[in-house]
């Protein structure tokens, strides 16, 4: 059964203190695992895609990893507009094209 | 501009009606997708469609129902047989073919039971 569990639940930062969110899964066969930026009341926003194992995607103050098991979501000197839900989801190559998410890391950077 | 549009942003629901969550993309994407989001719970799939006038249940299809007559629309009608219908529905949309499959969501529809 495909799993994907997202720790912490919540992360308060100080402006500029960096940190790493966690993404661990369980899929049979990964296809991809993706990253999504989410603000109160709007639909989630496309960061990155990682497809296999040592590969790295970089975006301003984020940078996303992936290994066999697990994936982290590095934020460098952090600032308040980076406070957000960050989901992250894995596509099982059995369910081509569906996605299957954690319950997401609430981050708030204090200023 | 390119990207997916949801209406309405809020919908409130008498118990024992049956509404329709509208879906429309210009993005060209084929495949389209329902979600439900609840606090403290992931994403989690509703229906979802790789072609015209064919869709699929995901995990949680019992209570709605989907139609996929244009590419361009995916509406959602949320049934009276929904027992806990209050969440907020997102659409989203993929293309189908290639190596990257991410999906792009709309913005969301809150619907509350009254």
């Known amino acids: 059964e495909d799993q994907v569990t997202q720790s912490p639940e919540a992360l308060r930062l100080q402006e500029g203190e960096s940190s790493s969110l966690n993404c661990s899964y369980t899929?049979?066969?990964?296809?991809?695992l993706f990253w999504y930026r989410q603000d109160p009341g709007k639909g989630p926003e496309f960061l990155f895609t990682l497809y296999s194992a040592g590969e790295e995607k970089e975006k301003e103050r984020l940078k996303a990893t992936l290994t066999k098991k697990e994936s982290f979501l590095h934020i460098t000197a952090p600032k308040p507009e980076d406070s957000a839900t960050y989901l992250c989801a894995v596509q099982a190559v059995r369910r081509a094209n569906n996605l299957f998410f954690g319950t997401g890391t609430r981050l708030t950077v204090i200023p | 501009d390119g990207g997916i549009t949801q209406s309405p942003k809020y919908l409130f629901r008498k118990e024992g009606q049956n509404v329709t969550l509208s879906c429309e993309q210009n993005l060209n994407h084929d495949a389209m997708y329902w979600y439900r989001q609840d606090p403290g719970q992931g994403l989690r799939l509703i229906y979802y469609?790789?072609?015209?006038?064919?869709?699929q249940k995901g995990d949680i299809a019992e209570g709605y129902s989907v139609s996929r007559e244009k590419k361009e629309s995916f509406p959602l009608t949320v049934t009276s047989a929904q027992k806990n219908p209050t969440a907020f529905y997102l659409c989203?949309?993929?293309?189908?073919?290639?190596?990257?499959?991410?999906?792009?969501f709309g913005p969301g529809t809150r619907l509350t039971v009254l």
């Open positions: 989203a949309s993929s293309i189908v073919q290639g190596a990257s499959n991410e999906q792009f």
């Open positions: 469609s790789q072609i015209v006038n064919d869709f």
């Open positions: 899929v049979s066969g990964l296809r991809g």
